[in-house]
Nanobody, 127 residues
Framework: HVQLVESGGGSVQAGGSLKIACVGS????????VGWFRQAPGEAREGVAV????????YYADSVNGRFISSRDKASDMLYLQMNSLKPEDTAMYYC?????????????????????WGQGTQVTVS
């Protein structure tokens, strides 16, 4: 049974940093297409950072490129999102997701509908 659980969200002042984590069960994070999405109230869910299982560099949304870093820890088999220089517009529910390998391609990584499994989300609020 595949599950994803996010943790580490919270409230932070603009310019601050926060690191959120995702743990998977029923599959190995390091061997799968996984990524981070976010959704603000009234907005569509958007891809933030998606990483293919092949070990290639993650795809990042333009709005977070250079500020956010997605990484995997092989030992703990967890996915992390280090968020630096946070802005109020980063406020959203952040979700961890897993999808077929094709979802981590250049053409599909932004498409939330491609991803099959989702966590419950963790709230990040920047003021």
């Amino acid at each position: 049974h595949v599950q994803l659980v996010e943790s580490g969200g919270g409230s932070v002042q603009a310019g601050g940093s926060l690191k959120i984590a995702c743990v998977g069960s029923g599959f190995r994070v390091k061997n799968n297409c996984v990524g981070w999405f976010r959704q603000a109230p009234g907005e569509a869910r958007e891809g933030v950072a998606v990483t293919a299982s092949s070990g290639l560099s993650p795809y990042y949304a333009d709005s977070v490129n250079g500020r956010f870093i997605s990484s995997r820890d092989k030992a703990s088999d967890m996915l992390y999102l280090q968020m630096n220089s946070l802005k109020p517009e980063d406020t959203a529910m952040y979700y961890c997701a897993r999808g077929p390998s094709a979802c981590c391609s250049r053409d599909y990584w932004r498409k939330s509908a491609c991803f099959t499994y989702w966590g419950q989300g963790t709230q990040v609020t920047v003021s």
